[in-house]
């Protein structure tokens, strides 16, 4: 349990915490990546899993933090309310940017995906606890789920862009095998990357701790219960790297790596995120009978987070011919938005007067 601390401090630990959050995040997806492709792996990898676990990564260590220190409604609301900003507020601000291509695999299997996903979720949570076994069947679900619609995904895409860049690769690296310096650059760019990787990670986790501590303080000061916090300062400031990126890939209009991120992201934050802080502390109800987390996960937030999933699917479906490419424009994009101003709005209400 965190110790209180005076107001002014709880707002440095939980700004500079999100600060810290954001750069190390930056800092530990481009020494996965650059480490990931030392070491052969495929670029639809390193785009799909290593990137997408990356953004996520501060959720992940703010909601174990958060479950370790006690405060399953934090850990709980950081994941959910993550998924949430990461559809209605990201996806919303990419597409007034530039209107987003929706793929037909995207239309019908992502966002349905998503849906069930929450379904899930809402099922294993349904009788207030989450045991220990119940977050390892989510980790299991996880490492199920991904990898097929890794598989799934790279299937239908084309290739023949990524071929041609893969043989040039190829060429290059089959004059430098010969030569001593490249086994000698090899070792110092693996060497840099790991170092960026396991220097990221410490910052993560050492921002989180400061983050989750703040945030309670705070929560404490304002009168308002963990949830809110975890459901809007902290999700919102764990999704920086999410937004950051995909408004840089709507500037350059790279549809499918806006999509693909969040999806991958809202995968990861639910089944990977939830499950991990759940298996170091189990959800389960108080000594006093205390409710192991806020009722309103069930009634309100994950409800949300099926719909606005399902919202993926009918937004972006072509309903004249549904196996073409479908378009979400500023008018999907206004509901999004409006969406999340309105749940804001009733969070914060169901919360000071419920």
């Known amino acids: 349990m965190y110790t209180d601390i005076p107001f002014w401090l709880s707002v440095v630990f939980m700004l500079g915490g999100l600060a810290v959050l954001a750069w190390s995040s930056d800092v530990f997806v481009d020494g996965a990546a650059e480490l990931a492709k030392a070491l052969g792996i495929s670029p639809f990898i390193i785009g799909m899993v290593i990137i997408g676990f990356g953004t996520s990564a501060p959720e992940l260590c703010v909601s174990t933090m958060s479950g370790l220190s006690g405060h399953a409604n934090l850990s709980l609301g950081n994941a959910y309310g993550s998924c949430i900003f990461n559809i209605a507020v990201i996806l919303g601000v990419a597409v007034l940017i530039f209107p987003l291509v929706v793929k037909p695999s995207v239309s019908f299997i992502a966002g349905p995906g998503l849906a069930l996903v929450s379904l899930f979720s809402m099922l294993i949570l349904s009788d207030g606890v989450c045991s220990r076994t119940e977050a390892i069947i989510f980790l299991a679900a996880f490492f199920i789920v991904l990898p097929l619609y890794c598989w799934y995904d790279q299937k239908t895409k084309d290739g023949d862009d990524a071929e041609g860049v893969g043989e040039t690769e190829d060429k290059v690296d089959a004059k430098w095998t010969k030569d001593p310096r490249y086994r000698r650059i090899l070792r110092v760019r693996m060497l840099v990357s790991i170092l960026k990787v396991v220097f990221g990670l410490g910052l993560m986790i050492g921002s989180s701790h400061l ?21 809007t300062i902290v999700a919102a400031g764990t999704s920086l790297p999410e937004l950051a990126s995909a408004i840089a890939s709507a500037r350059r209009g790279e549809h499918e790596f806006v999509l ?46 099926t719909a606005l999933s399902l919202s993926i699917m009918f937004f972006g479906m072509n309903w004249k011919h549904p196996k073409w490419p479908g378009a979400v424009q500023w008018k999907e994009a206004t509901a999004w938005l409006l969406t999340f101003v309105g749940y804001t709005i009733l969070m914060f209400y169901q919360e000071t007067h419920g």
């Open 211 to 231: 983050l989750v501590w703040g945030s309670v303080d705070f929560a404490k000061f304002c009168g308002v219960s963990d949830l809110v916090i975890g459901l």
């Open 260 to 305: 693909g991120n969040i999806v991958g992201s809202n995968l990861f934050n639910t089944l990977a995120v939830v499950g991990l802080a759940t298996v170091i502390s189990p959800l389960v109800p108080g000594p006093n009978g205390e409710p192991a987390f806020s009722r309103y996960i069930l009634t309100r937030d994950l409800p949300l987070m």
